[in-house]
């Protein structure tokens, strides 16, 4: 009787301990995630689609400074009437 109420106690201290690190978990979860805007992903894309186009995996300098007077100026600041590029 005496060894199953320590094997009973035992098992009790090995739940409230498995409970306290899922309790744990769950609020630094909670902490970590919780302050995440759901948008965050489609913004992203948004920004990587418009930045890329007229991007190409081998740019030459002039190529760069072409592309950033152009489409990146343009997406940065908008289009204004009467600009030189």
């Known amino acids: 009787m005496r060894n199953n109420m320590i094997k009973e106690q035992k098992v009790f201290a090995l739940i409230k301990e498995i409970l306290t690190y899922m309790g744990f978990m769950w609020m630094l979860l909670l902490v970590a995630y919780g302050q995440r805007d759901p948008n965050a992903y489609f ?4 920004i990587r689609q418009s930045f890329s186009q007229g991007i190409s995996d081998s740019m030459s300098h002039g190529n760069v400074f072409t592309w950033a007077n152009t489409s990146l100026l343009s997406k940065l600041f908008g289009e204004y009437p009467g600009r030189i590029l």
Do not use: A, F
């Open 43 to 46: 913004l992203t894309q948004h």
